[in-house]
């Protein structure tokens, strides 16, 4: 049901777009947001997009520099990232939920995808 990707191996400063492909049902009546889980730690929200992309809610740590956004023509969601640091290091997940505020409290809707890595060399 969740394919991401666009993941790779970049240098502090750089910049990747990530992909996330929802099925079609999934993606016409839920918002959207973007997670991340690094080693050893638990996995955290990053970004939330509503339905029809009027409202935005990202973490602390990415506001800024993150951009998350959808479109539903394609049932997709993306992430671009720019100014990467080593901390953004991570497996990046997308999921679904009912709301953006319901995404950052991961009440996920969908089976977790196996996720795209992120590394941020220093």
């Known amino acids: 049901q969740l394919v991401e990707s666009g993941g790779g191996l970049v240098q502090t400063g750089g910049s990747l777009r990530l992909s996330c492909v929802v099925s079609?049902?999934?993606?016409?009546?839920?918002?959207a947001g973007w997670f991340r889980q690094a080693p050893g730690k638990e996995r955290e929200f990053v970004a939330a997009?509503?339905?029809?992309?009027?409202?935005?809610l990202y973490a602390d740590s990415v506001k800024g520099r993150f951009t998350i956004s959808r479109d539903n023509a394609k049932n997709s969601v993306y992430l671009q990232m720019n100014n990467l640091t080593p901390e953004d290091t991570a497996v990046y997940y997308c999921?679904?939920?009912?709301?953006?505020?319901?995404?950052?409290?991961?009440?996920?809707?969908?089976?977790w995808g196996q996720g795209t890595q992120v590394t941020v060399s220093s």
């Open positions: 997009i509503s339905l029809y992309g009027s409202h935005l």
């Open positions: 999921n679904v939920a009912m709301d953006i505020n319901q995404v950052s409290r991961r009440n996920i809707r969908a089976t």
């Open positions: 079609e049902r999934a993606f016409s009546i839920y918002a």
